[in-house]
């Protein structure tokens, strides 16, 4: 595996998150639940788009063909995802604004805090 190869996946796995807080948004939205800060969005966002990612995988289990139907329960939730993409954006510029105007010791603390979500992420998405 190269560095082009392991750029290429973190890649995938960026959109694949940004899919998914989508997803999530858009459950939000259906649920009437508006969290008030941007961060709070975002967190409840992908972490619906996630409940939402496992509860379709399971469903799609159920059908006679299961590789056909895990296959169209995740592009449903890539549907989704899409709905929902203009709301993530938002907040993403939302929290990059909000960390830009931070002192440069808290925006050690934010960025490492970044990181370590970042990688929680990864091992939550792990098989």
């Known amino acids: 595996m190269t560095a082009l190869d392991t750029l290429a996946i973190c890649g995938c796995f960026v959109f694949s998150i940004v899919l998914l807080s989508g997803a999530g948004a858009v459950i939000l939205r259906i649920l009437r639940f508006h969290p008030?800060?941007?961060?709070?969005?975002?967190?409840?966002?992908?972490?619906?788009?996630i409940v939402l990612l496992e509860l379709a995988a399971t469903a799609g289990e159920l059908a006679p063909n299961v590789i056909a139907g895990v296959r169209i329960a995740s592009a449903l939730v890539a549907v989704f995802g899409v709905l929902g993409i203009r709301g993530v954006i938002l907040d993403c510029a939302e929290l990059a604004s909000r960390l830009a105007a931070l002192l440069a010791a808290e925006?050690?603390?934010?960025?490492?805090?970044?990181?370590v979500l970042l990688l929680q992420g990864a091992a939550s998405l792990a098989p």
């Open 107 to 115: 925006r050690r603390l934010a960025l490492a805090l970044l990181v």
């Open 36 to 49: 008030e800060r941007a961060l709070d969005r975002w967190l409840f966002s992908i972490t619906g788009g």
